[in-house]
T-cell receptor, first 118, second 115 residues
């Protein structure tokens, strides 16, 4: 597609349930990010994938959070045993890596997945 | 610790007035610097970026930003604000390597434009 696609756009779940959020990046973008945006807060970095390198997981808040990227394209963010404090908008972004291996720094963001944990 | 501070949570300016949004950062080395804008109902969009060279950078929609190393700042400016500039603005910093492109974002500044 033309832009970063995220699904679902809205998800309401009960505390303790697992959720999966999906991100389909722009074709050809080998860098992929997940961020979390809570009400009144900035963007909190969660995880970064770049090509075949090991992902930068330094932002994952707990071991209930995990993400994978299959085939260098689609990514899934999984939150296990959801808690009310997990309620937020989860944003995915992708960017292009130049031929010499450097990131252009221009992130293209999806519309986000709004997660509400009851 | 690496961090980005946007001291102004909310700013209101009159249409046609000038604008300056502040951004200060704490980082081990000089990072790459970015400003993103999030308009209501839209995704975040890159306004401008600084990697190296001229410390005054021009962006889209008539915005510019100036990197001041001595002040660890990267303030965003616009000479004359339009009503369509009402949005949330985020400053971000980071360094890129072969295995990370992590960007740290500030908490954002919400801009309201009065007619």
């Amino acid at each position: 597609g033309a832009g970063v696609s995220q699904s679902p756009s809205n998800k309401v779940t009960e505390k303790g349930k697992d959720v999966e959020l999906r991100c389909d990046p722009i074709s050809g973008h080998t860098a992929l990010y997940w961020y979390r945006q809570s009400l009144g807060q900035g963007l909190e970095f969660l995880i970064y994938f770049q090509g075949n390198s090991a992902p930068d997981k330094s932002g994952l808040p707990s071991d209930r959070f995990s993400a994978e990227r299959t085939g260098g394209s689609v990514s899934t963010l999984t939150i296990q045993r959801t808690q009310q404090e997990d309620s937020a908008v989860y944003l995915c972004a992708s960017s292009r890596i130049r031929r010499e291996g450097t990131n252009t720094g221009e992130l293209f963001f999806g519309e986000g997945s709004r997660l509400t944990v009851l | 610790a690496q961090s980005v501070t946007q001291p102004d949570i909310h700013i209101t300016v009159s249409e046609g007035a000038s604008l300056e949004l502040r951004c200060n950062y704490s980082y081990g080395a000089t990072p790459y610097l970015f400003w993103y804008v999030q308009s209501p109902g839209q995704g975040l969009q890159l306004l401008l970026k600084y990697f190296s060279g001229d410390t005054l950078v021009q962006g889209i929609k008539g915005f510019e930003a100036e990197f001041k190393r001595s002040q660890s700042s990267f303030n965003l400016r616009k000479p004359s604000v339009h009503w369509s500039d009402a949005a949330e603005y985020f400053c971000a910093v980071g360094r890129f390597s072969s295995n990370t492109g992590k960007l740290i974002f500030g908490q954002g500044t919400t801009l309201q434009v009065k007619p």
